[in-house]
C-alpha cells in the first residue's frame, strides 16, 4: 500500500484536530528502543537466562513488560460493526444555514471543521470481509468549536426495527448463529429470515439489504443517511424537522453479487484498500451533505409517521438541498489509535441540532455511551486522543481507570464558594446547551402508534423505483438468501411478507425456491405484546402517495467521470507501445488508474524494444479488483494472452460482471478466445459499442474515446441476463 498524505495541501489552514492529534503522536525514526519506561535496552533478541543453555530468569523486567503488553493488545471488538475502516477530514457548509440552525459549524462557509468518519459493515467480525451483503455504517464525528457533533448514520435511509428494544433481538438474529458461530458475516442463515419473517415492519428494510447497495463498489460511491428525522433549531429558538444525507460525488455504484464473493476471497480488504490508496494518491473522496427540512406544522402532513425510522420521506415530497461538503484528506496514523478506539455517540450534538421522539433513536442515546464502557475499559474513553474535543472540556467529573487529565483545585462540585464556582454554567447565549422544549402531554404507556402501522406501501414504493436490472437482482439476492435457509417454513413465512410487497417478485422468488406462491392475503404480525389481539396488530395498507421515486434507484446516479477506476491492461511482451501509451495517457488524463498486468511481474519488452513495467502479474490479481479491461495489440502480446487460460478467464469474468472492455483491433485474437465473442457482432459500430460496452477499435483514439465514455456507465447490467457466460 503506498503510504498516507500527511498533510491537507501546502498553505492549507492548520487543522485543530490535527494539531491535537500531533501532541499524542510518536515515532521511533533515529531514536533508541527502550522500555515503556524510557530506559534504552541494549538486547532485545535474547531473554536472561540462567546460563546460555539455562531457564529464563525472573528478574527479566524487559521480557516480562514485553510480554504482558503483548498479552493485553486486544479490547473487545464493536458489538456490531465491527469491522471498519476510517479517515480524516474536513467539512466546509456552502452558506450560512443560520435561519434553520444555530450550530455553529453550519454557519460561516470559510470554516473548515475537522472530521472523523468511520465505515463499517454491521454483522461481521473485525477480520471478516469487506464484501458482505450488509448495510454498511457511515459515522461522521465533526470537531465543532463548540464541542463534538456525532452523525452516526448508514448507506440506507431506514432501519429494520422501529422500537430500541428489539435490537438485541435482531442483531442476535443477524449474527452468526450461536451453537457453531456459522455463518460469518452473512444474514444467508435460518436464524436471520427466522426473525426477519415475524417481524413485517423490517419488509422496507430488507427492499434495502436486498438490493445492490448491500454490495457497494466502493466506501467513496456509497450515499449516507442519519435515518432518524432530527430537529434543528435556530437562535429564535425556532424548530423544524430534519433528514440528513450524504450524496457521493463520484455517484452511488455497486459490483455484482457474484463479483463480490469472489472479492470476498480475492481481496477481502478491497474497501478498505480502495480508500486508503484514494487518499494517499491524493483522490480525496468527497461527499455532499443533504437535508430535507419539515416545517413543525407539516409533522403531521404525510402518510407516514416522520418518528417511524421504518420511513423515509422521498425526495419528491421534501427535495434534498445540498448545504455542504465533507472532504476526506487524510489516512489515520495508527488503525487501533483511531479507527479501533474512535467512539462515536448520537447524543454527542451541539447547540441547534436536536433529537425528536423516533424510539429506535431514543434507545440509541443510551446504547453508545453505554457500550463504549466495555470495549474501551471505563469512564475516560473521552480522553483518547481520536475522541477529545477541540472544544475546552471543564466539569467536575474525575478519576476513573486510565484518567488522563490532571485536574487542579479543591472544587470537584458544583456550586461551590472555595472555586469561585468554577467552572460556570453557559447561558444560552453564551453556547450553553438547552434542549427543545417540545411539549409532551401523555400517559406512560407500552405502547406503539398506530401511525406505524404501513410496513408494506415504502417497501413497494422502493421496489417499484428499481430498474429492470435491480429488479432482477433483489429476486436473486432473496433467492439467494432463502435458498441457505434450511426450514422450508420460514421461507414460506417470508414469501408471505415478499407477497405483500410485490406479487410478481413473490411469485419469481417462490419459483426460484420450488414453492407455491402464497395465497394468502392476511399476515399474522409476531412481534406483539403477550396480551396483544394479533387481529389488532394487522398491517395497514396504505394507498400508494407515489408511484417511483427516482433517486432510490442507482440507474439514476451521476455517470459522468471515471475518476479512480481500476482499468486493467493485459499485455505481453510484443504490445504495440503506441497503443498502449495512447490509451493509458488518455484514461490517467481522466483520473482512472491503469494499470498494466502480465502473465509475471517485472517487465515487458514492447514491439519497438521498449522496456514498460509489469504492475501486476496474473497471478496475484483477478478481474474483480477492475472496472474495466483494455487489451492492446502487438503480434507476440496477442499471441500470448490468447493463450493464457487466466487471461481469457479474467476477460470472460469481466464480461459477466457487466464491464467495459476495449480490444485493439489488432487483438481480435484474444477476443475470439473468450466465450463472449460470440455474444456480440464482429464489426460492432459505435453505437453498439457505447450499448454493449464491448469495445473494438483499430484507432487508438477513437478507442480510447469510447472507452472512457463506457467505463463512465459503470456497468452494463443489460447484458447480464441475455449475455452470461460461465466464468
Ligand atoms: Fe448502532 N450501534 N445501534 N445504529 N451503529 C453501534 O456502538 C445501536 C442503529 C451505527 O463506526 C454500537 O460504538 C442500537 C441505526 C453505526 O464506531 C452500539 C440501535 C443506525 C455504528 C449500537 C442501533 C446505526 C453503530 C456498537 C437500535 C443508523 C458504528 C459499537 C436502537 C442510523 C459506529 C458502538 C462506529 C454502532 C447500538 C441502530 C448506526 C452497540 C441499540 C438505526 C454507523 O452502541
Same mark, same amino acid.
Given at each position: ?27 521511533? !525514526? ?71 440552525? $444555530?450550530? &455553529?459549524?453550519? !454557519? ?44 452516526? &448514520? ?20 443477524? $449474527? ?14 435460518? #436464524? ?16 434495502? *439489504? ?99 425510522? #421504518? ?30 478506539? *474512535? ?18 433513536? !431514543? ?13 474501551? &475499559? ?124 410485490? $406479487?410478481?417478485?413473490?411469485?419469481? *422468488? ?6 407455491? *406462491? ?45 475518476? #479512480?477506476? $481500476? ?22 488524463? !481522466? ?137
Amino acid at each position: 500500500m503506498a503510504k498516507s498524505t500527511k498533510k491537507a495541501g501546502a498553505g492549507a489552514p492548520a487543522d485543530p484536530k490535527l494539531q491535537d492529534l500531533q501532541a499524542n503522536t510518536e515515532s521511533g !525514526q533515529d531514536q533508541f528502543l527502550t522500555t515503556n519506561h524510557g530506559l534504552k535496552i541494549n538486547d532485545d533478541q535474547n531473554s536472561l537466562k540462567a546460563g546460555d543453555r539455562g531457564p529464563s530468569l525472573l528478574e527479566d523486567f524487559i521480557l516480562r513488560e514485553k510480554i504482558t503488553h503483548f498479552d493485553h493488545e486486544r479490547i473487545p471488538e464493536r458489538i456490531v460493526h465491527a469491522r471498519g475502516s476510517a479517515a480524516h477530514g474536513f467539512f466546509q457548509v456552502y452558506e450560512s444555514m443560520a435561519s434553520y440552525t $444555530k450550530a &455553529g459549524f453550519l !454557519q460561516d462557509p470559510s470554516v473548515k471543521t475537522p472530521v472523523f468518519v468511520r465505515f463499517s459493515t454491521v454483522a461481521g467480525s473485525r477480520g471478516s470481509t469487506d464484501l458482505a451483503r450488509d448495510v454498511r455504517g457511515f459515522a461522521v464525528k465533526f470537531y465543532t468549536e463548540e464541542g463534538n457533533f456525532d452523525l452516526v &448514520g448508514n448507506n440506507m435511509p431506514v432501519f429494520f426495527i422501529q422500537d430500541a428494544v428489539k435490537f438485541p433481538d435482531l442483531i442476535h438474529a443477524v $449474527k452468526p448463529e450461536p451453537d457453531n458461530e456459522i455463518p460469518q458475516a452473512a444474514s444467508a442463515h435460518d #436464524t436471520f429470515w427466522d426473525f426477519i419473517s415475524l417481524m413485517p415492519e423490517s419488509a422496507h428494510m430488507i427492499m434495502w *439489504v436486498m438490493s445492490d447497495r448491500a454490495i457497494p463498489r466502493s466506501l467513496r460511491m456509497m450515499e449516507g443517511f442519519g435515518v432518524h428525522t432530527f430537529r434543528l433549531v435556530n437562535a429564535q429558538n425556532e424548530a423544524c424537522f430534519v433528514k440528513f444525507h450524504w450524496k457521493p460525488l463520484l455517484g452511488v455504484h455497486s459490483v455484482a453479487w457474484d463479483e463480490a464473493q469472489k472479492i470476498s476471497g480475492k481481496d477481502p480488504d478491497f474497501h478498505r484498500r480502495d480508500l486508503w490508496e484514494a487518499i494517499a494518491n491524493g483522490d480525496f473522496p468527497e461527499w455532499e451533505l443533504g437535508v430535507q427540512i419539515i416545517p413543525e406544522q407539516d409533522e403531521h402532513k404525510y402518510p407516514f409517521d416522520l418518528l417511524d425510522p #421504518t420511513k423515509l420521506i422521498p425526495e419528491e415530497l421534501v427535495p434534498v438541498q445540498r448545504v455542504g461538503k465533507l472532504t476526506l484528506n487524510r489516512n489515520p496514523d495508527n488503525f487501533f489509535a483511531e479507527t479501533e478506539q *474512535v467512539a462515536f455517540h448520537v447524543g454527542n450534538i451541539v447547540p441547534g441540532i436536536d433529537f425528536t421522539n423516533d424510539p429506535l433513536m !431514543q434507545g440509541r442515546l443510551f446504547s453508545y455511551t453505554d457500550t463504549q464502557l466495555i470495549r474501551l &475499559g471505563g469512564p475516560n474513553f473521552h480522553e483518547i486522543p481520536i475522541n477529545r474535543p477541540v472544544a475546552p472540556v471543564h466539569n467536575n467529573q474525575r478519576d476513573g481507570h486510565m484518567r488522563q487529565t490532571i485536574n487542579t483545585g479543591r472544587t470537584s462540585y458544583h456550586p461551590n464558594s472555595l472555586g469561585g464556582g468554577c467552572p460556570f454554567q453557559a447561558k444560552m447565549a453564551e453556547g450553553g446547551f438547552t434542549s427543545y422544549t417540545e411539549r409532551i402531554d401523555a400517559h406512560k404507556v407500552r405502547q406503539r402508534s398506530k401511525s406505524f402501522f404501513d410496513h408494506f406501501s415504502q417497501a413497494t414504493l422502493f421496489y417499484n423505483s428499481q430498474s429492470d436490472a435491480e429488479k432482477n437482482h433483489l429476486t436473486d439476492a432473496l433467492s439467494f438468501e432463502l435458498g441457505k435457509v434450511e426450514t422450508v417454513a420460514i421461507r414460506e413465512r417470508m414469501l408471505g411478507i415478499l407477497f405483500h410487497i410485490d $406479487k410478481g417478485l413473490a411469485s419469481a *422468488v417462490a419459483y426460484n425456491l420450488g414453492l407455491p *406462491v402464497p395465497k394468502h392475503e392476511t399476515i399474522l404480525n409476531h412481534s406483539i405484546p403477550a396480551d396483544g389481539d394479533p387481529q389488532a396488530f394487522q398491517p395497514v395498507h396504505v394507498k400508494p402517495y407515489l408511484d417511483k421515486s427516482a433517486p432510490l434507484s442507482m440507474a439514476n446516479t451521476s455517470k459522468d467521470s471515471i475518476k #479512480t477506476r $481500476k482499468v486493467a491492461i493485459l499485455a505481453a511482451d510484443g504490445v504495440d507501445a503506441a497503443a498502449l501509451t495512447t490509451v493509458v495517457n488518455a484514461l490517467t488524463a !481522466q483520473g482512472a488508474v491503469p494499470e498494466i498486468i502480465a502473465p509475471r511481474l517485472g517487465s515487458i519488452t514492447a514491439e519497438n524494444k521498449e522496456e514498460i513495467p509489469v504492475r501486476r502479474s496474473l497471478l496475484t490479481v483477478a478481474s474483480v479488483l477492475y472496472d474495466a479491461v483494455y487489451v492492446p495489440g502487438g503480434t507476440n502480446s496477442v499471441a500470448s494472452i490468447a493463450a493464457d487460460p487466466d487471461a481469457i478467464h479474467f476477460l470472460n469474468e469481466a464480461w459477466r460482471h457487466c464491464k467495459a472492455i476495449a480490444f485493439d483491433e489488432a487483438a481480435r485474437q484474444v477476443l475470439e478466445a473468450t466465450y463472449f465473442a460470440r455474444k456480440v457482432p464482429a464489426n460492432p459500430d459505435a453505437a453498439t459499442q457505447l450499448e454493449t460496452g464491448l469495445i473494438l477499435s483499430a484507432n487508438a483514439d477513437e478507442l480510447a474515446k469510447t472507452f472512457i465514455a463506457a467505463i463512465a456507465m459503470h456497468r452494463f447490467w443489460e447484458r447480464e441476463k441475455p449475455q452470461k457466460v460461465p466464468a
